[in-house]
Nanobody
Framework: QVQLVESGGGSVQAGGSLRLSCVVS????????GSWYRQSAGKARELVAT??????TYADAVKGRFTMSGDNLKNAVYLQMSNLKPEDSGVYYC??????????????WGQGTPVTVSP
C-alpha cells in the first residue's frame, strides 16, 4: 500500500501565501510523478501543478504564483502558493505515481487539505 499525508492548508487573506506538503510512504520503489489538484465547491477536480524529474508544469491560472518542488530523500513534494486569490480556495489533493514494491505502477491520492482565501 501507498500512503500520502498532506499538510499545510489553512485560511489566509488575498495576497497571502501558503506552503502545502505531501509525504509519500509505504510499499514504493519509486515516486516518479507528483501532482497537486484542487476541487472547489460545485466544481470538478482540476490539475494545478505536476512535478516530473524536477521540472514543474502549471495550470495557466497559477503560473507565476505557485511553485512545486520535491525532496527525493523524503519522498515529498511541496506546493508554494503566493499571491493567493479567493478563486484559489478549495481542497487541495496530492497525487503520487511511481512503481510499487510489487513491481507494478501505482497511483495514489492524499486525503486533501483545505485552503480558504478571503478577499
Amino acid at each position: 500500500q501507498v500512503q500520502l499525508v498532506e499538510s499545510g492548508g489553512g485560511s489566509v487573506q488575498a495576497g497571502g501565501s501558503l506552503r502545502l506538503s505531501c509525504v509519500v510512504s509505504g510499499s514504493i520503489v519509486t515516486f516518479a510523478v507528483g501532482s497537486w489538484y484542487r476541487q472547489s465547491a460545485g466544481k470538478a477536480r482540476e490539475l494545478v501543478a505536476t512535478l516530473t524529474r524536477g521540472v514543474g508544469t502549471y495550470a495557466d491560472a497559477v503560473k507565476g504564483r505557485f511553485t512545486m518542488s520535491g525532496d527525493n530523500l523524503k519522498n515529498a513534494v511541496y506546493l508554494q502558493m503566493s499571491n493567493l486569490k479567493p478563486e484559489d480556495s478549495g481542497v487541495y489533493y496530492c497525487q503520487a505515481k511511481g512503481i510499487g514494491t510489487w513491481g507494478s505502477d501505482y497511483e495514489s491520492w492524499g486525503q486533501g487539505t483545505p485552503v480558504t482565501v478571503s478577499p
